[in-house]
């Protein structure tokens, strides 16, 4: 109502439910958030247990059957080597459901501790570390992770370094960017009022509160991280022969479209969205939920 | 009340009616009641005062006058009528051109008010270019407004974007705008919140003063009760979206007749009261929150006149001949018993001990854009067990920062020292020892920031304690409960976040996590500022108690002089980082003392004003980084002697024991010139 | 603020194209030939100093100069971008403002919830699906870049419409989402509640007082998003077969031909430093505040 009073209206001395169940409930709430969990969760089966309802191996080449179009034995027909692509598909999110979160797991990690300590410190160790990310954060990850790639070789492990490194540094922009803010707050002055250590202050006192936007970060990074495992292996730098994987699978059938083989490259490319829009909805979800 | 006659009459006078007026807000899929069923009429040329705690829906009542109200907000019944119009049937251009001719409206922060990325000037004449006058007659009004609410220069400041403006000269500015339609309905929303005290008087001086000038009916809305008694011809007390009250602003406040006036009036610090004469009264209980289900009277639960009827019937308005109390024992109201007894336990006479602090030679300089900012500049004082030193000044006085070199938060320039019981303390708080640090605390103002959100109250008591304290285990668990206990907070409490915790008990703990570790000093740095009124008082209340008890020394921060009066021993007035007067409270309060002071003191509203002619002071507050030479207060000095203002600065020189004043006039002359002021029929 | 794009430096270049099996001598050998062994700080200087004369050293693969491969390829992807760009800042600011001004009803949430699908696809998915879309089953836009010899404007504009659409998508959704949150916040701010309450009538409130407080943020926005541009562009040039500057550089990565690779993503950084302070200079003549500082 007035500047100087701040304080919510008061009802019942302790009203409200705890912030966690609060949250909660908005987020069940959140039509776009179950609607983005149920795709994601399916993958996540497909990916768990695909093996065992896809009708085919999905490695098995048929040379006989290659190029058919979709029918009632291969519904969404096969590839060049005859291979079935309904089960490529259904199989195909394995690779990329273990590199990214895998991938975006280290870049929080990364991302969070080297936000706290440049946020909590300031002074020259943020100056430097700052320009530093600032610079890298202007090369595209795509590019950086080319040339990662071009030096250390292709594997599974590459792949997770590279983008878990590239995404660090936007991960410790928005963690600094709240350390600073949590940082001015009296909580912090009263911490060092208890001769608190740093890293009590830091991992006690400011990380509970800057978990809300690390997770929605996080989120946002898995989506691009999908985003980044895809384009590569389509780039022929992720993923390698013979995992069905989506983006390779799309890689090497796209030649091909010129010739009318749509079914080889369509259902892996929507397979790759309805997956990156899953998580992106689940994303905006949880933002909106923690930013009531 | 009204016979159909007097009915007839009233669509002319009033210029503005509000019937049965009820406003819902939707906040998680539920409807939430802020207004219930209210009703008030403002006649033409009347000032009517709208007052209310936090949540009581004033600033609602604005904003529906204008349609204005959040995307979550609703009409839910009754029926505005400005000027006779019904505001609630007008379209989208019939309301655009209501608000462009009759209704004008100032809120407070008038930084955000402005739009930032356009001039003054434009912002001004854009007014005028919807009444059909363009160019440079709409420029030359827009001048002749800026000159009207008393902006020197007003050529140049249309040049300027608000943010080249103070926040004194921005309101003026949002004031001009607010006029320069001539509307026959001003609101004004908080216009003065935020706004230091010597500029916060300037804008009520140039409101008043307007008032004559025009015709504008007034709509002012405040929270605080000596502001509006000394703007306002009537005045209504809001509570929980209900008008609770109503009548002539002298009337009601001098001889109110609803309970909850009644003890609201009670908890203010009045009349220069002091600690030691006795507790403030306060109000037991919480405000009901936003659309809470009230069936009977609204303050019943907090009033100790109610009874069973006050619980289950919701009382009428009743007219008492020319004034409104919805109270079923209006006429008792004033005999509602005290919810906190006035009597304390008189503090023993103390000897005079030594110092338990001992501050010499402070100085802190911050670089900023290159120019150094002289924060806090050669501050010298003492303060003595179980006394509090109370610390007043302006925006820019370096009362906070003063508090945090104390605390070595902030490490102070090389050269000053601070003594804690004899011993110097180090400069910067990780090379002070834990008996050091625990002796000296702090309560922050805002305890959203001071209490972290992450954890329970348990945690955040116990941990001090841990820490502080040095307990573990079951001796903590015992110290625990009686903190708790202490500050008046109960088990229940221990288990929440501090988020589920109303204002008033959030300071609560953070009280019991400063007084951990035994301090001998607290820092109370505007810990009420943050609270409504009815809080505050408890809050008072509960520091002049624990520091009866413990014998704790306070350095009390705040800008408010009747709560400082309240609870200091000794004032210490700053002015850009300088002590401009320091020594024993009533001493400061009664004078004779400094111009600045006298400046301040009677800045301040009081409630029950006895027409003082009010000091006001020339131009802004200068700036920290080129302070003015010789005194730093020349530049608004109204008691400027001379030259010698402008070339040497005063020394701080004790007039009578204990009482310092830094001014090139001399003690008795100052208590002359002073006394005349005083002696002057209004 | 203005990043030096000859951060990135390789490491032992005669290594990395020999592999890790090849001999010592033969690895120093060819560092030798290169000039790479001279110390780092040389070569850089070096380097920089030739870039700036025009002289962007020998490709390993081509055995010729540099310069003209980049420049040409810098031409093609200025036009596949700028295409994209063009369509895609009015239109995505005008679906930012248009869902904030539709707060929640359905116009919005298509808008956004459109919006944030196609942000967060990769461009070779979109790519693909636009090509069976366009390309293969409707065959109304030409599935590869590469316009014939002497092609006109327009034909190349025909050309380039299906390569620069999914580079439109992506940047449509960032655009629009900054737009709509910067346009909520202006429409909920003190200032417009004092416009409205001026009786100004809405279009005037919208214009004057709305839009250009809102659209600030959304200006850098756009500026940050040439270096996401130009990771977009390596994917859509390598899709569509169109010789620019991100082909070049996956084909140099690809081939380990580190002159190219070099001049290559130096040439963007210089793209992106000039692009950040292009907004830069935007943001400040558009800001008050930052244009004439604060006199207190």
């Known amino acids: 109502m007035s500047a100087v009073q701040t304080t919510s209206p008061a009802q019942d001395d302790t009203r409200r439910r705890s912030p966690l169940a609060e949250v909660l409930f908005s987020l069940m709430r959140s039509r776009t958030f179950l609607v983005g969990l149920a795709i994601v969760l399916f993958w996540v089966a497909c990916a768990l247990f695909g093996e065992h309802f896809a009708p085919y191996d999905p490695l098995a080449d048929d040379i006989i059957n290659a190029l058919a179009p979709p029918s009632s034995e291969h519904w969404f027909g096969t590839d060049q080597i005859g291979r079935d692509v309904f089960s490529r598909v259904i199989v195909g999110s394995r690779d990329i459901l273990t590199v990214a979160p895998l991938a975006t797991l280290l870049a929080t990690v990364a991302g969070t501790a080297l936000g706290l300590l440049t946020g909590y410190f300031r002074g020259i160790v943020d100056d430097v570390v700052s320009r530093i990310l600032e610079a890298f954060m202007a090369i595209p990850v795509v590019i950086v992770a080319l040339l990662a790639i071009v030096a250390l070789g292709t594997s599974k492990t590459t792949v997770i370094i590279v983008i878990g490194l590239s995404f660090a540094p936007i991960i410790a922009r928005t963690v600094r960017s709240a350390v600073l803010a949590e940082r001015e707050l009296d909580y912090v002055a009263a911490a060092q009022l208890r001769h608190e250590s740093a890293l009590h202050t830091m991992f006690v006192e400011i990380l509970p509160n800057v978990i809300p936007p690390i997770l929605v970060e996080t989120t946002v990074r898995l989506g691009y991280a999908i985003f980044a495992v895809a384009t590569l292996s389509f780039m022929g730098f992720g993923i390698q022969p013979p995992s069905p994987d989506w983006g390779l699978s799309i890689s090497s059938n796209y030649g091909m479209i010129g010739g009318g083989f749509w079914w080889t490259v369509l259902f892996d490319a929507l397979a790759i969205a309805s997956l990156v829009i899953g998580v992106n909805l689940v994303a905006d979800g949880v933002h909106g939920a923690l930013n009531d | 009340m009204t016979n159909s006659a007097q009915a007839r009459n009233t669509k002319a006078e009033n210029a503005l009616e509000l019937s049965d007026l009820s406003v819902a807000y939707r906040v998680a899929g539920r409807n939430r009641a802020v207004l219930r069923n209210l009703s008030l009429n403002i006649k033409q040329g009347e000032a009517y005062g709208l007052v209310g705690e936090s949540g009581c829906g004033k600033s609602t009542v604005a904003l529906t006058v204008v349609r204005y109200l959040p995307r979550n907000g609703s009409i839910s019944g009754g029926a505005i009528s400005l000027d006779g119009q019904n505001v609630m049937k007008l379209d989208g251009e019939a309301l655009r051109r209501a608000r462009a001719e009759s209704v004008s409206m100032v809120y407070q922060d008038p930084g955000k008010a402005l739009n930032p990325s356009i001039r003054v000037g434009r912002q001004l004449t854009e007014i005028f270019e919807l009444g059909g006058i363009t160019g440079q007659a709409a420029t030359e009004r827009a001048i002749a407004m800026l000159n009207r609410v008393r902006i020197s220069d007003p050529p140049s400041v249309m040049q300027r974007y608000p943010h080249q403006l103070s926040g004194g000269m921005q309101q003026r500015v949002a004031i001009a705008m607010a006029l320069a339609n001539d509307p026959s309905m001003l609101i004004l929303d908080e216009p003065t919140t935020g706004l230091d005290a010597t500029v916060e008087a300037e804008v009520l001086d140039l409101i008043a003063q307007l008032r004559q000038e025009l015709s504008a009916s007034i709509l002012f809305i405040s929270h605080n009760l000596a502001v509006v008694s000394n703007m306002c011809d009537r005045v209504g007390v809001l509570y929980a979206g209900m008008l609770v009250e109503e009548g002539p602003t002298e009337i009601v406040f001098n001889d109110p007749r609803h309970p909850y006036t009644v003890a609201l009036l009670r908890c203010l610090p009045r009349g220069g009261q002091r600690k030691d004469q006795g507790r403030l009264d306060t109000i037991p209980g919480f405000l009901p929150g936003i659309g809470a289900d009230i069936k009977g009277c609204a303050f019943a639960d907090r009033c100790a006149l109610a009874d069973d009827r006050c619980r289950t019937e919701l009382p009428p308005l009743y007219d008492l001949g020319g004034r409104l109390s919805r109270c079923f024992y209006h006429d008792k109201a004033q005999s509602l018993p005290r919810a906190t007894p006035s009597n304390v336990p008189a503090p023993a006479p103390k000897p005079a001990a030594a110092p338990v602090l001992r501050v010499a030679g402070l100085n802190k300089t911050y670089a900023s854009h290159g120019h150094a900012l002289r924060a806090v500049k050669d501050v010298s004082l003492d303060l003595r067990p179980g006394e509090t030193l109370g610390l007043v000044g302006e925006s820019g006085s370096g009362k906070t920062t003063f508090a945090r070199l104390l605390l070595g938060l902030v490490p102070p320039d090389d050269g000053g020292t601070i003594e804690l019981e004899g011993k110097a303390l180090a400069p910067k708080l990780e090379n002070r020892g834990d008996d050091q640090v625990k002796a000296m605390q702090i309560v922050f103002q805002n305890p959203d920031s001071a209490l972290n959100r992450s954890h329970s109250i348990r945690h955040l008591i116990g941990r001090a304690l841990k820490r502080l304290a040095g307990l573990r285990g079951k001796a903590l668990e015992a110290r625990l409960n009686d903190l708790v206990r202490s500050v008046r907070l109960t088990d229940r409490h221990l288990a929440v976040k501090p988020r589920q915790l109303s204002g008033g008990l959030k300071q609560r703990v953070a009280i019991a996590r400063a007084f951990a570790g035994d301090p001998r000093i607290v820092v109370c740095d505007e810990p009420t500022s943050a609270l409504d009124v009815s809080v505050q008082a408890a809050i008072l209340n509960l520091l002049a108690d624990l520091q009866a008890k413990e014998d704790v020394s306070y350095i009390f921060i705040s800008h408010d002089l009747g709560v400082v009066r309240y609870l200091s021993d000794k004032i210490a007035v700053l002015y850009l980082g300088r002590i401009m007067e320091i020594g024993p409270s009533e001493q400061v309060f009664s004078g004779p003392h400094h111009p600045y002071t006298e400046a301040l003191l009677s800045a301040v509203p009081k409630l029950d004003q006895t027409e003082t002619a009010r000091i006001r002071l020339d131009g802004e507050i200068p700036s920290a980084t080129n302070p003015p030479s010789g005194c730093v207060f020349h530049t608004r000095c109204p008691r400027k002697i001379g030259p010698i203002c402008e070339q040497q600065e005063p020394p701080l020189s004790e007039a009578q024991p204990g009482h310092s004043i830094r001014c090139h006039i001399p003690y008795a002359e100052l208590a002359r010139l002073q006394k005349t002021v005083v002696a002057e029929p209004a | ?296």
Not at chain 3, 76 to 104: E, Q, T
Not at chain 3, 250 to 275: H, Q, W
């Open chain 3, 1 to 296: 603020m203005v990043f030096l794009g000859g951060q990135v430096l390789p490491g032992n270049v005669g290594r990395a194209i020999l592999g890790p099996f090849a001999d010592q001598r033969a690895v120093d050998a060819l560092n030798h030939t290169l000039g790479v062994d001279r110390p780092l700080l040389t070569q850089y200087a070096t380097w920089i100093w030739n870039f700036v004369r025009g002289d962007m050293g020998t490709s390993y693969i081509f055995r010729s100069p540099v310069a003209p491969f980049v420049i040409d390829a810098l031409g093609n992807s200025m036009k596949l971008a700028a295409v994209a760009f063009v369509l895609v800042v009015p239109i995505g600011i005008l679906g930012g403002v248009i869902a904030a001004l539709n707060l929640n009803r359905p116009l919005d949430r298509i808008i956004s919830l459109g919006g944030l699908s196609v942000t967060v696809l990769p461009e070779f998915v979109t790519g693909i699906i636009l090509i069976l879309i366009f390309g293969v089953w409707l065959r109304w836009l030409p599935i590869s870049a590469a316009w014939p010899k002497n092609a006109g404007f327009f034909t190349q504009l025909y050309y380039l419409i299906l390569p620069s659409l999914p580079l439109f998508l992506v940047l449509f959704g960032y655009i629009a989402r900054m737009a709509r949150s910067g346009m909520i916040e202006a429409l909920d701010s003190d200032y417009t509640r004092t416009a409205v309450l001026k009786g100004l009538p809405w279009r005037t409130v919208i214009w004057r007082h709305v839009l250009r407080n809102a659209l600030l943020p959304t200006i850098t926005v756009i500026a940050t998003q040439t270096g996401y541009l130009i990771g977009g562009l390596v994917v859509i040039e390598t899709l569509f077969r169109y010789q620019g500057i991100g082909s070049l550089i996956f084909t140099a990565a690809r081939g380990k031909d580190f002159p190219m690779l070099e001049s290559g993503i130096l040439t963007i950084g210089i793209v992106y430093a000039v692009a950040t302070l292009i907004a830069d200079f935007l943001y400040s003549v558009l800001n008050p505040r930052i244009r004439l500082g604060s006199d207190q």
